[in-house]
């Protein structure tokens, strides 16, 4: 598989969100798609507080004055690990183009987002066989209300369906990044 360099050009840093509601397949897709591209991962639920974590497991939706602070240090963490040797790949939900936007501003770089465009039908089956995640599958509705689909103005933000295995899903996004770093080249 392509790395980092070759993906965007010699010397060029992959700042990556893989973004979509809980049970898109964020963390899995993301471990392989950096696997691929030889950068670092970084589960963004690890960066939520003990409070939203709290929040979430007791079934309540976080609001937006919850995510502001867990943002800026999805964007802090991007501009951070983004200035390794390659790169990094965060998960994130991401599910507002204000969400978006705000880690766009925190982050101070240039970043890709992978959309994971799942249909709620397949999502609710995936949470339905979650085991030990602090996110419970109640909260499902209100991810898919809150979520923003990218739009064209958006051209950051690349859309990958996630109706097929794991390990296609990260071929798909590794492609739509390196035509994106080839448009964007040219």
Request: hydrophobic share 45%.
């Amino acid at each position: 598989m392509a790395t980092a360099q070759s993906e965007q050009g010699v010397g060029t840093r992959l700042a990556i969100i893989v973004m979509g509601v809980s049970g898109s397949g964020k963390s899995s897709v993301g471990e392989g798609l950096a696997a691929a591209l030889g950068i670092d991962f970084v589960d963004g639920d690890g960066l939520h507080s003990p409070q939203n974590v709290a929040k979430m497991a007791s079934g309540t939706p976080l609001v937006d004055d919850d995510r502001w602070p867990w943002l800026d240090t999805i964007g802090a963490t991007l501009a951070d690990r983004a200035a390794h040797p390659a790169g990094v790949v965060v998960a994130c939900s991401a599910l507002r183009q204000i969400y978006r936007d705000r880690i766009r501003q925190a982050a101070g770089q240039p970043i890709r987002f992978v959309f994971l465009d799942a249909p709620q039908a397949l999502v609710q089956d995936r949470l339905g066989a979650r085991k030990g995640h602090f996110m419970p599958p109640s909260l499902l509705a209100s991810q898919y209300a809150t979520l923003e689909r990218p739009m064209a103005g958006e051209p950051d933000v690349l859309p990958v369906a996630v109706d097929v295995p794991v390990a296609e899903i990260v071929r798909r996004a590794a492609a739509q990044l390196a035509a994106a770093a080839a448009k964007a080249l040219n």
